[in-house]
């Protein structure tokens, strides 16, 4: 089962990543001027933006962090709640053996094909996966298309499977996948209710929420130089389309609303594939806050093209927006860049990490910090290393930027790999992951300050797992 899912996982993130657009550009823009830039912003209608996750199929509330335990041929919905620090299943029902979809917990499938999140206090999961036939394919045609020919001949990911799991395996993702993109409202003392969105949405970006509506990211056009929004109700399933600026894509938010990212040229960048990569050599990227409920638009900063995905994003710490920078020389591989929207100053904290061999990195494509509290991330991490395996991370405090090495290592894991957050409790408290279990998927969890954890603590405070 281990081979499988990792087989499926990769599968599920290679679809992602070929998903998003690669590189895309606009037109040319004035530039808004600097007193313009420092007025305040309007309210925002509804509540503030906060960050979903499609790619580990769970969710920081702030007061507790939602994730699947998988199972053969479907998945239960967990929390973690910080308060108490237990695992307990999404299920209130007395007697429930969770084997069937009359548990509240119960999703049918494959857990990288659902996004759980919480908005206004209620629970929600999202099944957005890749359709088979919009429910029209039988469970006959799919067996015959999809399993019996793996029964015939089973690769290495089924091994040691019997024949009825394999089947069990493939009729929990035959379900999933012949389910319209349903919004499940979830009851755990009874039954879920659901509503099936619309078809337009189903290959959007699914990344932010405001407590009333869901916000998808589609791209369209020639290299992906159009997007747009889409704003789905979460009270009746309606969509309305938002404009997006040519090549505009969120990153993350920002004072209550989105950061978005996109380029600008001197002229509209071609259609030719080799022309555009080459026009797109010498943009300028352009940061903004955006809400696209209001329109509201206020610039943050403009940086150089540098071809990565964030070109060079990392995160916001007191409204100041921090980039990494690869610098010419040699010696300055891993410069850090201060940005301050409120003047327009630019700083460059350091040239190079001390031993320059750690970079910057941004790997959390979810909602690690709470939702809608007015934080922002403190502290970055550092990845890298000269070692065997060049599996090494410190953190960066962005109070101090003082750099300290974490070494202590996830338990069991085969790989050596540093424990790493999950998510961040409304109080301050890390969420992180402290063993693996055969799989290589998280099997316990800890709590503890970052402070301690950066001060090289051990002293956390270890949640009670769901035994299930």
């Known amino acids: 089962m281990k081979k499988l899912a990792a087989v499926l996982l990769a599968g599920v993130l290679l679809l992602s990543a070929c998903g998003a657009a690669p590189d895309t550009a606009p037109s040319a823009t004035p530039t808004p001027d600097p007193a313009a830039a420092a007025e305040p912003t309007p309210e925002p209608q509804n509540g503030e933006f906060y960050a979903l996750n499609g790619f580990d199929a769970a969710f920081n509330s702030g007061d507790a962090y939602y994730v699947f335990s998988r199972r053969l041929g479907y998945c239960l919905l967990l929390k973690i709640d910080y308060a108490t620090a237990a695992q307990t299943i999404c299920c209130e029902i007395p007697g429930c053996t969770h084997d069937t979809e009359d548990c509240p917990a119960y999703f049918p499938g494959e857990d990288s ?70 919004l499940y409202t979830v009851n755990p003392a009874g039954s879920n209710t659901y509503l099936d969105l619309p078809k337009e949405c189903r290959k959007d970006m699914i990344n932010f929420c405001d407590g009333s509506s869901l916000y998808t990211m589609s791209t369209v056009g020639s290299q992906n130089q159009n997007t747009e929004i889409h704003r789905i109700a979460l009270a009746d399933g309606s969509v309305e389309t938002l404009p997006l600026e040519p090549t505009e894509q969120w990153k993350d938010v920002y004072d209550g609303a989105l ?46 093209y540098d071809g990565s995905y964030n070109n060079g994003y990392y995160g916001t710490h007191n409204g100041k927006l921090y980039f990494g920078e690869w610098g010419t020389d040699e010696n300055s591989r891993n410069r850090l860049i201060e940005c301050n929207p409120a003047d327009g100053s630019t700083v460059t904290v350091w040239d190079t990490t001390p031993d320059n061999t750690l970079s910057p990195i941004y790997y959390d494509w979810g909602n690690s910090l709470p939702p809608c509290d007015h934080s922002t991330e403190r502290w970055i ?88």
């Open 259 to 304: 950061l978005t990212m996109r380029y600008i040229t001197d002229a509209p960048l071609p259609e030719d594939w080799e022309q555009y990569m080459a026009a797109i050599q010498s943009a300028t990227v352009e940061f903004d806050r955006y809400d696209p409920r209001t329109g509201e638009r206020r610039k943050l900063a403009e940086r150089p």
């Open 113 to 182: 094909y659902y996004i759980p999140f919480t908005a206004e206090g209620q629970l929600y999961v999202l099944n957005k996966p890749v359709y088979l036939g919009e429910g029209t394919l039988t469970w006959e045609e799919y067996y015959e298309q999809s399993v019996a020919p793996q029964l015939a001949n089973p690769d290495a990911s089924f091994s040691g499977m019997t024949q009825q799991e394999i089947e069990n395996f493939y009729h929990g993702l035959w379900q999933q996948m012949t389910t319209p993109m349903r």
């Open 381 to 468: 991490w550092l990845s890298g290393g000269n070692g065997s395996s060049g599996n090494e991370s410190a953190l960066l405090d962005l109070e101090t930027f003082a750099i300290t090495p974490v070494t202590t290592k996830i338990k069991n894991d085969t790989a050596g790999w540093i424990i790493y957050r999950r998510a961040q409790a409304s109080d301050g408290r890390w969420l992180i992951v402290t063993e693996n279990d055969s799989n290589g998927y998280p099997s316990a969890y800890a709590l503890i300050a970052p402070e301690a954890l950066a001060a090289g603590s051990t002293d956390w405070t270890p949640v009670t797992m769901w035994q299930g």
